[in-house]
């Protein structure tokens, strides 16, 4: 029985050891030395602009969908309501990534 415990035991620790480390190697690659950075500039608002058009330009680079850069830029730009308004600026976020 207590070959059986000590066994197991030893498969359970390799089995995890292995795994962890498959798991922090899949987790430390990079893609081709690219790493995202967020950099944030101010855009003037076009007639027929839409919060839904800037984020369809802004969103991809980012990782983002639609709604979540939306929600971003409704908060970092402190709007209550999704209009905004030609002549006006609004920041905007974009990935410039460095590699």
Known sequence: MKKLLLL???IILLGSGFCGS???NAM???KDGYQPVVFYKSVEISEGDTLWSI???YAPDLEL???EYIECLKQMNRLDEDII???RHLTVMYNGAVG
């Open 8 to 10: 197991a035991s030893l």
């Open 22 to 24: 498959l798991l922090m």
């Open 28 to 30: 430390a690659e990079d």
């Open 55 to 57: 984020a369809e330009e």
């Open 65 to 67: 969908n639609v709604f």
């Open 85 to 87: 308004h030609a002549g």
